[in-house]
């Protein structure tokens, strides 16, 4: 399956770019192609982190833009099943809406067999809530939706639960599901060497390696996380 994945939730601070640098490590760990795009000038998750995967697209360019549709056309014959993952920096929404819109992409990529995927990343938050009923209404039936309570920010999600917004996502197909909570001090530790999460459970040496402990935790929200990226068409 190829795939364009969209990781947003448009507010910051609610781990898109935790979400879209797991995605990219269960792509590596699953030998399937990826490219990845960063839409952030000043947090560039690809670069930073999986820079042999990353490219920087300017979200007020279509030109900019256009990049992330032509790495589909521009996959090797013998990588087939080219995906790509979008981690999309806090508003964003408009122009990309924009982008997606005047170039009829979604109908375009249905006829190449490419899944789109919006993945809303949400805190328990109300704010999460009336963005992902925004989504809702700006793209309706068509995209798949994944709506990811992120459990690192938060855990009572009472809110998202009861409303209508996600009731009418659900009539749209979409699935919930959870991200798990990763220790806060080892994704410091991570994040301070720029590290992949491959390299967070592989390397040993220099001073914010990780622990026995620490990486076996890591290990153990990969396992959980990968869990739930199996059930998804990603």
């Keep these: 399956m190829r795939s364009l994945n969209f990781?947003?939730?448009?507010?910051?601070?609610?781990?898109?770019?935790v979400a879209a640098r797991a995605l990219a490590q269960y792509f590596i760990d699953r030998e399937r192609p990826f490219t990845g795009f960063?839409?952030?000038?000043?947090?560039?998750?690809?670069t930073?982190?999986?820079?042999?995967?990353?490219?920087?697209?300017?979200?007020?360019?279509?030109?900019?833009?256009?990049?992330?549709?032509?790495?589909?056309?521009?996959?090797?014959?013998?990588?087939?099943?080219?995906?790509v993952?979008?981690?999309?920096?806090?508003?964003?929404?408009?122009?990309l809406a924009r982008w997606i819109k005047d170039s009829d992409l979604l109908p375009l990529l249905g006829e190449m067999g490419i899944a789109v995927n919006f993945w809303h990343l949400a805190d328990a938050g109300k704010d999460s809530v009336e963005l992902l009923g925004k989504l809702i209404e700006t793209y309706g039936a068509g995209p798949n939706y994944f709506v990811v309570r992120n459990l690192g920010r938060g855990t009572d999600f009472s809110q998202l639960d009861a409303s209508q917004e996600l009731q009418d996502a659900l009539a749209l197909g979409a699935q919930v599901v959870s991200l798990?909570?990763?220790?806060?001090?080892s994704m410091r530790k991570i994040d301070r060497k720029d590290a992949s999460f491959w390299a967070?459970?592989?390397?040993?040496?220099?001073s914010d390696a990780l622990g026995m402990l620490e990486r076996q935790r890591v290990k153990t929200w990969l396992r959980n996380t990968y869990a739930m990226l199996d059930n998804l068409p990603v």
Excluded: C, M
């Excluded at 798990?180 to 001090?185: A, D, K, R, V």
């Excluded at 967070?200 to 220099?206: E, K, L, Q, S, T």
């Design 200 to 206: 967070a459970i592989n390397v040993r040496n220099g």
């Design 85 to 95: 993952i979008v981690d999309l920096a806090a508003q964003t929404a408009a122009p």
């Design 180 to 185: 798990p909570e990763l220790h806060e001090g």
């Design 48 to 83: 930073r982190f999986y820079a042999d995967y990353a490219s920087p697209v300017i979200v007020d360019s279509y030109e900019g833009l256009d990049t992330i549709a032509a790495s589909f056309e521009d996959a090797l014959d013998e990588e087939p099943g080219n995906s």
């Design 38 to 46: 960063d839409t952030d000038r000043s947090h560039t998750t690809f």
């Design 7 to 17: 990781i947003g939730g448009e507010k910051g601070g609610v781990g898109k770019s």
